[in-house]
């Protein structure tokens, strides 16, 4: 239950456990959150040396207790929970049903437990190993058979699954956050590889059946981390922790005075990355719209043409590659199924990959040649924040990496540094705003849609804010690149259709003001972002929230602040789950 818990920001629609004592077994599931498979399970005394459990997002079939995992087979002996998708599980399933299997459930996970059941001779590892080899898709998963009662077989393949080497216990998680309260030695699967457990320990071994003697790897980060801290929630805790997590992310790798970045984790590739001629930045979501920011930044202070994909569209479109592209993929929790076959199609065509990822031992930490942590900790809120600031930082340092070793020069290096360097104390001060902030979220409460505009580098801040308040408050959102308003969508404003607007004095900054006047004059009412001192903006805003100055590459990280809070007060006002927003995953490990 502990474990689940853990979890839970993973996915969140039903939940489910198996306890195997002896040989009988004890099973219970439930729709909705973890707490209502606890209160299920009441004061019941379960006692049991093996047990499965499982928290689920739903993929094939609606949350249900049926679809609830653990899943069972005719004999109810065995027993399994899996992340992932097996594709070809109808025609599977179909060919069970003709050998007279029923199903309990619409899930693609049960027809696992009836095809080990279907090729069971005595030896589950053995029908785990043939059953593995028919299936097709992703998988992570943990299944016993109340017959070899000492007995858990685990194996993984596009899904994360981590063993935590304990004291006379093994703790297999989808992530580390599951183990932690029990062991911090941990043992990350590879894809293909599966383990017998045992109360002796494990035995782990790759497709080709060889036995592997696995490094284990110590985690650096705690328990208390992944607590809320005395914080009402995950999101507002993350929020104001930025000031923390930027400087952890460029902590020792700056040399200011020489105007340069130091990226250990990218010295093994060096060579070929000062050969880079093109870049393209591969990521889903929040992590996409910090992409956006650093295709500015790199094309502008490093010289390099970037493009931004979806993970999710470069990976079944044409690519026009060659060996002095690069691939950037960018994850906080290194285990988007999209974004890890990004990594996989790129080095399948032999290109070179860096990840920026925030999850020490993830999946596409594990698979890009080389890469950058963003050291931000833990990031349980689903919305995620922390990484977004983060991701912005770690493509400056990038930049300065990359552009210093072009036509960068020592000044503008040293420039950038310094202002990166500052960017925490910047933060704090807009932090202060947050009661002001709550104010304007509580007048605007009624609102049902919102537009975002933002032009330059803070045209990404737009649409991550509209992402923000999309999935925090399920007001409907839309982020516009400020000068696209006009071919359409100042249509729909009117005075029941707020506008927020980011607006700080750069090099855009007259465009902005008169696509405001063009809002204005439709009664639309406008949320400006803006830079402290500037006295011309009231005219053109009904609410203000004040930035500090910075150099223009780096407003993002501070203009997207006051759009966090305002989608976080939004969620509290309407009484929402902040931390696990109706339908989403912290990680999305299916496609
Ligand atoms: C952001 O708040 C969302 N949770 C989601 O868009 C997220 O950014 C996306 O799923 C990518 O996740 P990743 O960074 O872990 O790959």
């Not at 202070?301 to 993970?311: F, L, S």
Request: hydrophobic share 40%; glycine share 8%; with cysteine.
């Amino acid at each position: 239950m502990d474990g689940l818990k853990r979890l839970e920001y993973r996915g969140y629609d039903s939940s489910g456990i198996a306890i195997l004592d002896g040989n009988s077994i004890f099973s219970i599931k439930e729709v909705g959150k973890i707490v209502e498979l606890e209160k299920k399970i009441g004061e019941k005394e379960i006692i049991g040396n093996i047990g499965i459990a499982h928290t689920r997002w739903a993929t094939h079939g609606v949350p249900s207790v049926e679809n609830a995992h653990p899943h069972t087979d005719c004999s109810g002996k065995i027993w399994i929970v899996h992340n992932g998708i097996i594709e070809n599980y109808q025609q599977l399933k179909n060919n069970l049903q003709k050998k007279g299997h029923i199903f309990k459930s619409e899930t693609d996970t049960e027809v696992l437990a009836h095809l080990i059941e279907d090729l069971y001779d005595g030896d589950l590892m053995m029908s785990v190993k043939k059953v593995l080899k028919m299936i097709t898709g992703t998988y992570g998963i943990a299944v016993f058979h109340s017959d070899e009662k000492d007995k858990l077989i685990v194996s993984k393949k596009g899904s994360p699954l981590v063993i935590g080497v304990g004291e006379m216990e093994t703790i297999v998680a989808s992530d580390v956050s599951a183990i932690l309260r029990y062991t911090k030695q941990v043992i990350y699967l590879e894809d293909g590889e599966i383990a017998e457990i045992d109360k002796n320990g494990f035995k782990i071994f790759n497709s080709n059946d060889e036995q592997l003697e696995k490094e284990i790897s110590e985690v650096e980060w705690d328990l208390n981390q992944a607590e809320k801290g005395g914080y009402p929630h995950f999101l507002i805790k993350e929020i104001l922790q930025q000031p923390e997590t930027i400087m952890d992310s460029i902590r020792g790798r700056l040399i200011p005075e020489e105007g340069l970045a130091k990226l250990g984790g990218l010295f093994s590739e060096v060579e070929r990355i000062k050969n880079i001629e093109r870049i393209i930045i591969v990521a889903c979501g929040t992590a996409r719209c910090a992409a956006l920011v650093g295709e500015y930044m790199l094309e502008e202070y490093a010289g390099i043409p970037t493009e931004v994909d979806y993970a999710h569209e470069f990976r079944y479109k044409k690519q026009i590659l060659n060996d002095k592209t690069a691939v950037i993929v960018m994850s906080q929790s290194g285990e988007t199924a999209d974004s890890l076959a990004a990594v996989m199609e790129a080095k399948r065509k032999g290109i070179l990959t860096i990840g920026i990822v925030n999850t020490v031992g993830s999946s596409i930490a594990r698979e890009t040649d080389v890469g950058i942590y963003n050291h931000v900790g833990p990031e349980i809120s689903v919305a995620s924040t922390k990484a977004f600031t983060s991701q912005i930082s770690i493509l400056s340092l990038l930049t300065i990496f990359l552009g210093r070793q072009r036509d960068m020069s020592l000044v503008t290096g040293q420039r950038i540094a310094k202002e990166l360097l500052v960017l925490p104390e910047k933060i704090k001060k807009i932090l202060e705003s947050e009661d002001q902030i709550r104010e304007i979220a509580q007048k605007y409460s009624g609102a049902t849609s919102f537009a975002f505009l933002g032009r330059k580098y803070n045209h990404p801040v737009a649409l991550e804010g509209a992402i923000k308040l999309k999935e925090l408050s399920y007001i409907h959102a839309e982020g516009f690149a400020a000068g696209e308003m006009k071919h359409g969508p100042i249509a729909m404003i009117d005075e029941n259709f707020p506008s927020f607007f980011i607006t700080p004095q750069d090099s855009v900054y007259e465009k902005n003001i008169s696509n405001m006047q063009e809002i204005k004059a439709r009664a639309g009412k406008i949320i400006a972002i803006a830079t402290e001192g500037d006295k011309e903006i009231s005219k053109h805003a009904d609410d203000v929230i004040y930035i500090p100055k910075a150099l223009e590459m780096l407003t993002p990280i501070l203009a997207t602040i006051p759009t966090q809070l305002f989608a976080y007060h939004m969620a509290v006002i309407k009484g929402l789950d902040v931390d696990k927003p109706r339908n989403l995953a912290k990680s999305v490990t299916v496609e």
